[in-house]
């Protein structure tokens, strides 16, 4: 089953666990990793409501995995310029990731979803 197909099962069912939210940004980085793409902070505020994306890449590297960083400078709509840093998955992380995401995925009842 696709990433994508098993989080829109987990949207659909108001019985299954809450991810955390380091495992949605796990998930965000590995498809991020197959499309060679960094991600930013307005990239994890899209996808999943990250509003402190560099904060989120200091935990999962104090789990063990290893970022390729460079900056991005992006346009806002009055003309000025923000920077973020960019963060993409170390070649040599991608396998730590992917364990990590399974560990985080087999945890059982955490966050579970109430319905009702």
């Known amino acids: 089953m696709s990433r994508v197909a ?3 099962r987990r949207e659909n069912d108001t019985s299954a666990r809450i991810p955390l939210k380091l495992e949605l940004a796990l998930e ?9 793409r960094y991600i930013t902070t307005l990239d ?4 999943y409501g990250d509003t402190c ?3 989120t890449v200091a935990a999962l590297r104090a789990k063990g995995v290893e970022f390729l960083q460079e900056r991005y400078q992006h ?3 009055h003309g000025g310029h923000a920077r973020f840093e960019a963060y993409r998955l170390s070649p040599d992380s991608r396998e730590q990731a992917e364990q ?3 560990w985080y ?3 059982p009842g955490q966050g579970v ?3 009702g």
């Open 105 to 107: 995925q087999a945890l």
């Open 113 to 115: 979803r109430h319905a």
């Open 53 to 55: 994306w560099h904060s």
């Open 6 to 8: 098993a989080r829109e």
């Open 44 to 47: 994890a505020l899209q996808a």
């Open 28 to 36: 965000l980085l590995l498809q991020a990793d197959d499309a060679q």
């Open 75 to 77: 346009a806002h709509r």
């Open 100 to 102: 990590l995401l399974r």
